[in-house]
């Protein structure tokens, strides 16, 4: 199959099958007789297998790596699970994060409406932000002088 079939049957563009190709991801296709990409079944499975690692949030060179195993003759499963397991933990982290932005922009949110315009300031918000950061660090910066 030439390679805008073999894009809309995995349902992505042909630049990034020449993209994988270039970084090694996709083997290079038979050509035919006047140059044109060829792909087999197996290269519409490997690019299915991508696809399907990305979106279980492998990055590119983890699904090299996966590929590598394989090819290898080795069952990568464990390694993916490995992989998969640090994901977990990574979400766990951003969550926590972003639970965190979150209750400090309702924070910010119920405080808006009565903080004063600094003057020369861009805008009244950031501002206030950048003060209580400036405040916070100087804090932490005197309780430490204190401690020793």
Known sequence: ???GELADRV???T?????????????????????YRDYAD????RLVFIKTA??????????????????AGTAPCDHVRSVLREQVKE?????????????ELRQ??????GLPEVEGGMC????????????????????STHRR
């Open 1 to 3: 199959m030439r390679i």
């Open 11 to 13: 349902g992505v563009n």
């Open 15 to 35: 630049k990034t099958i020449r993209y994988y190709e270039s970084i090694g991801l996709l083997p290079e296709p038979q050509r035919t007789g006047s140059g």
């Open 42 to 45: 197996d290269d519409e499975a």
């Open 54 to 71: 990305q979106h279980l949030g492998l990055s590119l060179d983890e699904i090299r790596e996966v590929l590598r195993l394989r090819e």
């Open 91 to 103: 979400i766990t982290k951003r969550i926590a994060a972003l639970r965190r932005l979150r209750d």
């Open 108 to 113: 910010l949110d119920a405080v808006i409406d």
């Open 124 to 143: 009244r918000i950031i501002d206030h932000v950048r003060a209580t950061a400036e405040q916070v660090a100087a804090d932490g910066e005197l309780a």
